[in-house]
């Protein structure tokens, strides 16, 4: 990774190895999934529990995150950046699928029905503290997954993300990986103190410090314990993004009537699964 300034300083972020959740296709059946459920979610809770409507993710955001990465320029075809990329790019997901499922697992490896399809239900945070929550996401759940092999998806992220911190592009994590959809982070959200229409862990933004804003989620948490996000969603490549999600305009879901607002990562690189 790029060098800091500092041995202890914490490494500037740049980019981050994923899966994308949502095609960029209007008539995708998981983009129009997810992009109705979130909708409606977003209509829910910013006006019944206080949610900062920009703390809610667009759809083309959503995706599972595998590690992030302090990389440099590409400088002529050197640097991190570029050896992540070109990492990327030999590596050879099927294979990696095949160790991750072993015995038991081969419906996943082969024909047009092989290959990683998840739902998304319910939701959680990743706070002890319910009341003052900052991100909110739904787990993925393996579809049909082998009775011998229950940890497939877990298992392939995990050998995945190892390939890149053995090459020393990936930041190092104490804590194990967490397979998560984040569908609401407050670190969009602007502005100040927000209050709630509802009591008893109705929500209600609020700001401390400079930049934090929490939310009481206890009551969002009891409401969509159980919420469908999607199923049957085909997880269909790894990628390599560049932080920082940009506003863009895409042709609706609804028979590409019109454009809608949503927003998408960058892609570096970019592998089939």
């Not at 609401?184 to 103190?193: L, S």
């Not at 009591?199 to 009891?222: H, P, S, Y």
Request: aromatic share 4%; charged share 20%.
């Amino acid at each position: 990774m790029a060098a800091s300034g500092s041995a202890n300083a914490r490494p500037v972020l740049t980019h981050f190895l994923a899966i994308p959740l949502v095609p960029s296709s209007p008539t995708s059946p998981a983009r129009i999934q997810l992009s109705r459920a979130l909708t409606a979610f977003r209509d829910e809770v910013t006006t019944g529990y206080g949610v900062p409507p920009d703390a809610v993710r667009p759809p083309g955001t959503l995706h599972l995150t595998l590690g992030v990465m302090a990389l440099g320029g590409n400088n002529g075809g050197g640097g991190d950046l570029a050896r992540a990329v070109a990492l990327l790019r030999t590596m050879k997901p099927r294979e990696v699928l095949a160790e991750a499922a072993g015995k038991g697992g081969e419906g996943l490896l082969g024909g047009d029905g092989g290959g990683l399809t998840i739902s998304l239900r319910g939701l959680c945070t990743m706070q002890k503290d319910t009341s003052k929550a900052t991100v909110l996401y739904a787990q993925p759940t393996l579809v049909s997954q082998p009775a011998a092999s229950p940890n497939i998806l877990q298992s392939f992220c995990e050998r995945v993300a190892a390939v890149f911190k053995d090459a020393g592009l990936m930041v190092a994590e104490i804590r194990p990986l967490k397979l998560h959809a984040t569908v609401v982070n407050t670190i969009y959200a602007k502005g100040g103190q927000r209050s709630s229409r509802r009591g008893g862990g109705g929500g209600g933004g609020k700001r401390f410090g400079k930049d934090k804003v929490t939310i009481d989620a206890t009551g969002i948490l009891e409401r969509f314990e159980d919420y469908v996000w999607a199923e049957d969603i085909h997880l269909n490549s790894l990628v390599i993004y560049r932080m920082g999600a940009k506003k863009i305009r895409r042709e609706g879901i609804d028979s590409g009537e019109h454009e809608e607002d949503d927003a998408a990562y960058e892609v570096e690189a970019e592998v089939a699964i």
